[in-house]
């Protein structure tokens, strides 16, 4: 769920136009587009890998909870939401609107709240790795 309230934020938290993470450490720039395209596929990476073992936990089976890939993909999934939250705090922190001196916007809010959801996803997959390897331990 949070991870589908991330991607909306993302896509539409510009007064619903596109938001970003940002990812430039000159905030007088553009967004970088690099950090915005890793930023896209987490996003969609994870909810689509999160998706399919909703769904094999649907069909009753647990089997893929024994297996080390598992483990493997919830640990790069922490980092890759701790980074990609990182980014997005560290650069709508230092936002400044077109009126500079305004100290609350709703695009810095948004902002925040992404990179914030973001941090919250990484700390969920990072217990998520921990089950996991406990079950991988215990029955490999």
């Keep these: 769920v949070i991870n589908i309230v991330v991607l909306i934020i993302y896509r539409t938290g510009y007064g619903g136009d596109f ?4 990812g430039t450490w000159n905030l007088n720039e553009e967004k ?4 915005e395209i890793v930023a896209s596929g987490v996003f969609v990476g994870f909810i689509i890998y999160t998706g399919v073992q ?3 936990f649907g069909f009753g089976t647990t089997k ?3 297996e080390l890939s598992d483990t493997i993909m919830n640990v790069v999934g ?6 990609v939250g990182g980014t997005a705090l560290h650069y709508w922190h230092g936002y400044l609107a077109e009126h500079d001196f305004e100290n609350i916007t709703s695009e810095r809010t948004a902002g925040l709240a992404l990179g914030a959801l973001c941090v919250i996803n990484g700390a969920l997959y990072l217990a998520d790795s ?4 406990i079950h991988y331990t215990k029955y490999a």
């Design 19 to 22: 938001l970003g993470i940002g």
């Design 130 to 133: 921990v089950l996991a390897f």
């Design 64 to 66: 893929h909870k024994y």
């Design 54 to 56: 909703l769904l094999t």
């Design 78 to 83: 922490t980092f890759m939401w701790v980074a």
């Design 32 to 35: 970088s587009p690099d950090a």
